[in-house]
């Protein structure tokens, strides 16, 4: 519509819109809120009630459990805790945070710097060192599992901590050194030549610089291995044959076939391994969930 001003001149004036229809599009979006949230409820549900459940089996007599598996323990019963400890889960557990930290800070340093000299560094040859390093992805551990038993023997270092140390270490080299290179490719390179102009040296730029810069990534690079440490059963296994030195997904299946009997101890041991994983977790998902993003994401 055109208004004549007192000049003679036509404007257009705004025409008014009308307005959407308010009740089926706030009935939409109701119905949409409330299916999301419904699905999240029913994942939320599924990964935390078999959680829930060892917890609270952990905490039920043993007839309890054989008479109500699903219900809720009539009175707290913590004696389950001390039993496991006295059947080895102490032991069991400093075992695992003994290898566990060992082959994190190794992991994570030669992941970094090999990251590093691949992106921050002219180095002859990068290219095919890099393929051969995430050729390493390609190999299945159960593969190599005899002729491991053979050098680690040869070595001296079968049945000890060193065997499962080196080998977390060599095995997650490979996927720890991609996933920190994604993340260091996109680093300013100015900060590394201001560095430069300022007398540093490599060392000092990757301690000083591009490892606190990096820190997201390392973070996620520092829990991935944490589970996968933790958790691995197969090399534990086949490389320690001493009960004292077991970590505890073996020293757990060693306990649950001694106590054939008694359920509640294998729970509580269950238990007192799961939660520092997810206490690590909930603790660190800020950074965790940053660093995947950032890097694999890229």
């Known amino acids: 519509m055109a208004v004549t001003t007192a000049f003679g001149a036509t404007e ?16 939409g979006r109701i119905v949409g809120r409330l299916l999301l949230i419904g699905v999240l409820a029913a994942l939320a ?18 007839s309890e459990i054989l008479s109500s598996p699903f219900g809720w323990p009539a ?6 805790y001390g039993r496991a400890f006295a059947g080895g889960v102490g032991e069991y ?12 800070i190794a992991t994570t340093l030669l992941s970094a710097w090999a990251a590093y000299g691949l992106t921050r560094v002219t180095i002859p040859f990068s290219k095919p060192i890099l393929y051969i390093i995430i050729g390493g992805l390609m190999l299945a551990p159960t593969v190599a599992v005899i002729p491991l038993v053979k050098l680690l023997q040869g070595w001296g270092i079968y049945d000890t901590y060193w065997a499962l140390i080196i080998l977390y270490t060599a095995f997650r080299i490979p996927f720890t050194t991609f996933l ?10 100015e900060v590394d030549e201001a560095a430069v102009l300022d007398g540093a040296r490599s060392s000092q730029i990757f301690w000083r ?13 520092v829990i991935l291995q944490v589970l996968f440490a933790w958790n691995e059963y197969l090399f534990a296994l086949i490389f320690i044959g001493s009960d004292s030195l077991k970590t505890l997904p073996v020293g757990l299946a060693t306990l649950s076939s001694r106590a ?20 690590l977790f909930f603790l660190c998902q800020k950074y965790f969930i940053r660093g995947l993003s950032d890097g694999i994401g890229k």
Do not use: Q
């Open 260 to 279: 054939v009997t008694d359920f509640p101890s294998v729970f509580a041991g269950m238990t007192i391994a799961a939660v520092p994983m997810i206490a």
């Open 12 to 27: 257009a004036t705004p025409t008014r819109r009308r307005p959407k229809p308010i009740g089926a599009l706030g009935f």
């Open 75 to 80: 009175e707290l019963d913590l004696s389950s």
């Open 45 to 62: 549900i599924i990964v935390l009630y078999p959680i829930l459940w060892m917890v609270l089996s952990s905490l039920k007599s043993n």
């Open 209 to 221: 610089i591009v490892l606190p810069m990096s820190a997201p990534i390392i973070t996620s690079a």
């Open 180 to 189: 920190i290179r994604s993340y260091m490719i996109d680093l300013p390179i």
């Open 93 to 104: 557990f400093l075992n695992s945070v003994i290898v566990t930290v060992a082959s994190v």
